[in-house]
Every structure is written in structure tokens, then in C-alpha cells.
């Protein structure tokens, strides 16, 4: 091959959270880079507006109906998952594998592989204080499957330190993995901003911390409104949208004037930096998480204090100059996160994996940058 962005790369994803934006704009700009990208799916199948965003790339998409791991931790769909998996190697051919989750990892490729880390059940369960039930025999092999897949991938990334710092003293691996921060495509600022706070989550996902902006929301100057899928609003004075297709959600963005994010657990946050693109200004719980990666371009809530989300939220509110600056500052910090670096990144790994298979593995973790 002429170089390495030539090469040809197998890639999982699911379509439940932020895995999904990620995948697709690595593949896609990694297909105009000149490598041959074939995105495999688990779990759902991708919805229209999802495939959507593939659209115009040299992507070929393929959907399996695969379990997702953490909604299999007995390992039941395991070989199922090998035997489809393999036979897509066979056919495809490909120069190397870049896997969204973890087991997978421990299938005997022939290629190389990357595993990129997004989360995990184990460092979920810490942030939200709620490890009990991991004793669960069926956790337990969950676990043995995430430390295993750890150690029989050729690299693993983390896309934040934070995060690589959770993965790396839950599961001891034995390489130190690498930190490749998530980017997206620039986009304007947006227009005119309106008296709007928006947040976006799964009700269900007690990491997303909803009920923290819910329990803020009465008396709130603007209103707000959350965006993700829910049986019912956790309350009156919160507006739910249900899951919006990622257009539709882009153009709420452009015009709300406020982004929050309770949350208790984020290894990076898409949705976040896509409000930054956007122009919002940003209220972050104080977490390890979003002081690395957005310390000067945010306000940062402690939510053991029950009422300062909503004195912060009345503060912004009410304090134009203060947004503005907000604004600004949010908008100009999220071109660090660019899909240009992080496509840079990638292929700078997966040139150092294809030319020096078998070299000796650093002794620290390796932040890759373009």
C-alpha cells in the first residue's frame, strides 16, 4: 500500500448513544483520507436519519442485529458475534480492525485490532455510586470479558485521561492505551440565540443525572427543554422532546442560549461539544471529565449542593455579558476538538500498528496528537 490511509478497516459501532456520531464522522473522514471503511453495527439497526449521516461518504454500512455487550454480560450472543464477525473478516479482508466495545477484541482476529473504550459498566457503577449488584455472577464475567479484551487488543484509546485513567485502575491492562480526544466536523456558532436551556439524556440513564435539572427547572427564568428518549417528563417544568434526529437537534442547539449537563458520569460527551459548536454556554457538574476538557469555556456546578444548579442557571439567565462570554469562550474551545485531529490521530496509531507490529510497547500512556 502507497500509505497508510490506503488501508482497509473493519469497524464496529451501536446506534444507542454517542457511539454512533463518533463512528460515523471517523469513518466517513477516514474513507476521504482513501481508506475502505465497512462499519459494522450491534444492537439496533440504525435509524433513517442515522443512516443519513453516512450519506454522500465511501462507507458501506452493514447491520447485524448483534447483542451489545453490557446487554449480554452472560456472553450468551458470544458466538454468534464470532462466527458473523469472522466471516466478515473473511470476506472483507481487512488490513485492520477497529472495534467501539470490548469482547469483540478477544476474537482472534487476523488483522490487528484498536479498541476504542467509549464507557463501561464498572466505572458507571462507580460514578453513580451503585456497585452492589456487579458481585452478580453474570458481572463478574462481564468484567473477566472487558480485562481480557484490554489485553488481547493491540492498542486501546480512551478519549479523554480521565477516563483512561478509570479503565486503566478498574482493569489493569497490560499496555498503557492511548488518549485520542473525540472531534467533530466545525460548524458556525449559529444565529440569533434565544431565551432557551437545553439539555439532552436518557431519563433512564442515571448517569445523565436528568432528575438534578428537573428538580432546578421550577421558577427558572427561561424555560427548558431536554431532548432524549423517556416514558413521561420527570417534571411539569421541564419540557421533554423525546429522542430528536440529529438535524433537528443541531438546529435546537443553534438557537438555545444555555447547554446543561448534570451528569455523574461522561468519559467525553458528544451532545456537549456539539452545543459548544453550537454557541451555548455551558453549565457542567464538576466532574473530572469536564474540567479536563472544557476548564475556561464552562461554569462548573457541584451537585451535592442541591440548589446551586438552579442559582447558577438564574445567574446566566439573567446576566447577558456574562453568556456572551460564555458563548464565545465554549465556541472557540470546541475547534481543539476537531474530526480532522481526531482522524489525524487515528491514522497516525494505525500506521505505528501496521509498520512496528511486535515493537516494544511503551511504559506509559500515549496522548496521540495531529
Not at 483512561?164 to 485520542?180: F, Q, T
Not at 469555556?297 to 445567574?315: I, K, N, T
Not at 446576566?319 to 460564555?326: A, S
Amino acid at each position: 500500500m502507497s500509505c497508510v490511509s490506503d488501508i482497509r478497516i473493519l469497524m464496529t459501532t451501536d446506534t444507542v448513544g454517542g457511539v454512533w456520531t463518533y463512528s460515523c464522522g471517523l469513518a466517513s473522514h477516514l474513507s476521504r483520507s482513501g481508506a475502505d471503511v465497512e462499519l459494522v453495527t450491534m444492537g439496533p439497526r440504525a435509524r433513517a436519519d442515522q443512516r443519513a449521516m453516512l450519506h454522500g461518504s465511501r462507507v458501506r454500512l452493514i447491520e447485524t442485529d448483534l447483542a451489545l455487550e453490557w446487554q449480554d454480560p452472560e456472553g450468551q450472543n458470544v458466538s454468534d458475534a464470532q462466527r458473523v464477525l469472522a466471516g466478515l473478516e473473511t470476506k472483507f479482508r481487512p488490513d485492520l480492525v477497529h472495534l467501539n466495545s470490548f469482547r469483540e477484541a478477544s476474537f482472534g482476529w487476523r488483522a490487528p485490532t484498536v479498541l476504542a473504550a467509549h464507557s463501561c459498566v464498572n466505572s458507571w457503577a462507580r460514578a453513580c455510586q451503585d456497585t452492589a449488584w456487579l458481585e452478580q455472577p453474570r458481572w463478574r464475567r462481564y468484567t473477566e470479558r472487558v480485562a481480557a479484551a484490554l489485553d488481547d487488543a493491540q492498542a486501546w484509546v480512551c478519549p479523554s485521561r480521565s477516563f483512561h485513567s478509570e479503565i486503566a485502575e478498574i482493569y489493569r491492562p497490560r499496555s498503557p492505551g492511548a488518549v485520542i480526544w473525540n472531534g467533530i466536523a466545525p460548524g458556525g456558532p449559529g444565529g440569533r440565540k434565544q431565551n432557551l436551556i437545553m439539555a439532552a439524556g436518557r431519563l433512564w440513564d442515571r448517569a445523565k443525572n436528568i432528575e438534578a435539572l428537573a428538580a432546578a427547572a421550577p421558577a427558572l427564568p427561561w424555560p427548558v427543554q431536554v431532548a432524549g428518549p423517556a416514558d413521561a417528563s420527570p417534571s411539569t417544568a421541564v419540557s421533554w422532546l423525546g429522542q430528536l434526529p440529529r438535524e433537528v437537534m443541531r438546529a435546537r442547539l443553534q438557537h438555545a442560549g444555555i447547554f446543561v449537563s448534570p451528569a455523574l458520569y461522561e468519559p467525553f460527551g458528544l451532545c456537549i461539544l456539539e452545543a459548544a459548536a453550537a454557541g451555548c454556554a455551558l453549565v457542567l457538574s464538576d466532574i473530572p471529565t469536564f474540567r479536563e476538557l472544557w476548564s475556561g469555556a464552562a461554569l462548573f456546578v457541584d451537585l451535592a449542593d442541591s440548589e446551586a444548579l438552579h442559582r447558577m442557571l438564574v445567574h446566566l439567565c439573567t446576566d447577558e455579558r456574562e453568556r456572551t462570554r460564555l458563548q464565545r469562550a465554549a465556541y472557540e474551545h470546541s475547534l481543539t476538538y476537531s474530526l480532522t485531529r481526531m482522524t489525524s490521530a487515528y491514522l497516525s496509531l494505525y500506521e505505528g500498528l501496521l509498520t512496528s507490529r511486535g515493537a516494544n510497547a511503551p511504559d506509559g500512556p500515549i496522548e496521540v496528537r495531529a
